[in-house]
């Protein structure tokens, strides 16, 4: 695998995990990995980029219909931030 394909492919892992961990939550995360929530923030700017690296390298990525749920939990939760900041009620 060259080298643009791999940092291709690691971006999108990056991608993908850091939007995990949006709709996870920082907290949340740090609570499950059992570390102070400012270790994440400091994870968020260079591990997960190195481990996404790893990963593409590996060739080992996210599954095409994990990001389609992924997308879909995303645009429900922004249309759900949406309705609340209007006024509206949203009920999934």
Not at 21 to 41: C, D, I, R
Not at 62 to 91: H, P, V, W
């Amino acid at each position: 695998m060259n080298h643009a394909t791999q940092s291709k492919k690691a971006a999108h892992i990056e991608s993908a995990l850091l939007n995990k961990l949006a709709l996870m939550g920082q907290k949340a995360f740090a609570a499950a990995m059992n570390v102070p929530e400012y270790q994440v923030s400091r994870w968020k700017n260079g591990l997960f980029r190195q481990v996404s690296l790893m990963l593409a390298v590996l060739n080992y990525g996210i599954a095409d219909d994990e990001m389609a749920e992924l997308a879909k939990r995303l645009a429900g939760y922004l249309t759900k931030e949406k309705a609340e900041q209007c006024g509206n009620t949203f009920s999934a």
